[in-house]
């Protein structure tokens, strides 16, 4: 150690594309523990470049835990070892001198690698496509306090509305189940008034959508909700297993077309 | 009927086939419970309730082609949900986090089931066969006696116990998970479903447990 930076050793994904076959690769680093992951990251791509090497692919956008770009399987857990944070938020402080750290990509069947740790999530797109959204004609803006809302109803939309759409959720399930995203997003909606008209409709589609990508099934296994960084609830989950299961008695429709 | 069997086949409904299915095991079990705790009350008792129920056969028979259904569709869409939640991560972690993230009880439901599905297979061969047709000792109606002859190997007993734990260990985590399954997940309400799925399950298998026990450590002969 000198000046209170640690030594790591790095087992890193790398894979140059999505049909290529990978393997890990062993780097070392001295890196400041006031460093974040990515920072740490960063550094280890400089020096890689400085030498002529290819860096490390790996997403990030915001650098503060609200885009939901940046999620790594750090170590077996989805944005590494601290609850209620992404990534970008993991701090090396939170490693010791000499330790091996494994560096994942997300996987899922649903989630192909494009290269070393970055996945293609739109597969989450998709299902917001089918139903994540409220319909509204166009016109005046109406009052406000036109709808009255209780105060506990919005927060614990504003719950679910908390998700970044990171993915970590998937990743964590051993079934690679998206069913806290997806709940979160039938949930935001499905607590609200401005949600009620596309209730019904909106979950069925949704989860059609889910199920044809080839996400897995739900096993209430709870480590979504363990390793989610905006600690979405399983509740939602349950919500949506309830409204999903009173839209399939309830509707009209022998077919929900997406 | 299109729609209801593509709900049923839908991610969520085979979950929710998983929950009735476990739900009326459960009930299920309860009544075979209080069934064979009559063993305690001695052999005349435990024969009587025997020689009674073979009065109802017939209704007996219905229960039990219900159950087998039950049984089948429990299995069936266990092990269907296994392999596709499996096919849905094709290409497994170097490091396996998920100690770290869920409990044991809920990662090995498909291996404890394994295990309970071997025990119903042996289990229905000793005493169902028996009881239905027929062994030296169930022709003289003398089932009490045929449990206790039964349980006199270590072995058979040493299985018997060693299953009632691990259907304990699938009944802990699918108690919570049905409720769970059904959207019974209220904020306040929840965290006594958990206790009493865990005092359930410990009942289900101290009391089966305790059978194959008292047979080997406890009971005299007559
Ligand atoms: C007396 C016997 C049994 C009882 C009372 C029972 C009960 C339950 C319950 C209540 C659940 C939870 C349902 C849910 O998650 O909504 C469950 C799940 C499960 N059971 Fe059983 N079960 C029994 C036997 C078996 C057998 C023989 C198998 C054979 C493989 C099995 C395999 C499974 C699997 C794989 C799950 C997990 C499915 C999931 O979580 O989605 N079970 N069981
Ligand atoms: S529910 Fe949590 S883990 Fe899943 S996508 Fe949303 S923020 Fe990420
Ligand atoms: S980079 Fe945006 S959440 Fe981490």
Not at chain 1, 141 to 169: M, Q, R, T, W, Y
Not at chain 2, 54 to 80: A, Q, S, W, Y
Request: a neutral charge; hydrophobic letters at 45%; one cysteine or more.
């Amino acid at each position: 150690m000198s000046d209170g930076r640690i030594n790591l050793k790095l087992k890193i994904w790398k894979q140059s594309g999505p049909n290529f076959p990978g393997s890990f690769a062993d780097f070392e680093v001295q890196v400041s523990p006031d460093a974040s992951f990515l920072e740490m990251l960063d550094e280890l791509n400089n020096d890689l470049e400085s030498k002529g090497l290819e860096p490390v692919a790996f997403e990030s956008d915001c650098r503060e835990g609200i885009c939901g770009t940046c999620g790594l399987v750090i170590n077996g857990q989805p944005h590494g070892p601290i609850p209620k944070i992404a990534t970008c938020q993991l701090h090396m402080r939170n490693f010791k001198d000499e330790d091996t750290i494994w560096v994942e990509p997300f996987r899922a069947k649903a989630f192909p690698v494009v290269k070393d740790l970055i996945v293609k999530r739109s597969a989450f797109d998709k299902i917001m496509y089918a139903g994540g959204f409220v319909s509204v004609n166009t016109g005046g803006v109406p009052d406000a306090n036109a709808i009255l809302i209780p105060k506990e109803k919005a927060a614990e939309s504003f719950d679910a509305a908390a998700c970044i759409g990171c993915g970590a959720c998937v990743a964590a399930c051993k079934n690679a189940s998206a069913m806290l995203f997806v709940s979160a997003k039938v949930s935001q909606f499905a607590l609200l008034p401005q949600g009620q008209p596309e209730r019904y409709e909106r979950v069925q589609k949704m989860v059609k959508v889910m199920d044809d990508l080839g996400f897995g099934s739900c096993t209430n296994t709870y480590a979504c909700e363990a390793e989610c960084p905006k600690g979405i609830s399983v509740r939602n989950i349950a919500r949506m297993n309830r409204d999903y299961f009173v839209a399939k008695v309830k509707s009209a429709n022998l077919e929900v077309e997406v | 009927m299109g729609w209801l069997l593509e709900s049923l086949n839908s991610s969520l409904g085979k979950k929710f086939i998983m929950a009735v299915t476990g739900i009326c095991l459960i009930l299920f079990l309860i009544i075979h419970l209080i069934n064979n705790l009559t063993l305690f009350l001695g052999p005349e008792v435990f024969n009587n309730v025997v020689k009674n129920l073979e009065t109802i056969k017939p209704l007996v028979r219905v229960v039990e082609v219900i159950l087998l259904l039950i049984f089948i569709f429990h299995i069936f869409n266990g092990i269907r949900l296994w392999i596709e939640n499996r096919q849905a991560r094709p290409e497994r972690y170097a490091v396996n986090g998920s100690s770290k993230n869920a409990d044991v009880f809920s990662r090995t439901m498909v291996q404890t089931g394994s295990v309970i599905f071997v025990f119903l297979v042996v289990h229905l061969q000793t005493f169902w066969y028996a009881f239905n047709f027929g062994s030296p000792l169930t022709d003289l109606h003398k089932y009490y006696e045929f449990v206790a002859d039964s349980f006199k190997s270590y072995a058979y007993s040493g299985f018997y116990i060693a299953a009632m734990i691990i259907l304990g260990v699938h009944l802990n985590h699918g108690f919570q998970s049905a409720f769970q399954t059904f959207g019974w997940n209220h904020k306040k309400y929840f965290s006594f479903i958990k206790i009493l799925g865990a005092v359930y399950s410990i009942i289900m298998a101290v009391g089966f447990g305790s059978i194959p026990v008292y047979f080997l450590f406890f009971y005299g002969g007559n």
